[in-house]
């Protein structure tokens, strides 16, 4: 159970060998660009540096979808105080 049958790599190769898979790939990681662009002008637009933005930037690379929803979630949890 705490093996996996291929790797991490191999995994993502089987994704990319068949058109259905691979678009939905290609289009989950153009929407990460577009929300990690998003985020850095947000933060900028709200005088906060680059720096504060990385750990997002970093989880949108690995997780995609998760990392915008955090930033929204915090950056919420800020205005609300």
Do not use: C, H, N
């Not at 002008?41 to 990392?67: C, N």
Request: glycine share 4%; no cysteine.
């Amino acid at each position: 159970m705490l093996q996996a049958e291929q790797s991490l790599v191999d995994f993502g190769i089987s994704l990319m060998s068949r058109p259905d898979t691979a678009q939905v790939v290609i289009d989950l990681y153009l929407l990460a660009t577009l929300a990690a662009i998003w985020m850095y002008k947000d933060a900028r637009k709200r005088g906060r540096s680059v720096a504060s933005v990385m750990p997002y930037l970093l989880i949108t690379a690995i997780f995609v979808s998760v990392g915008p929803l955090l930033y929204l979630v915090v950056r919420g949890l800020q205005t609300r105080k």
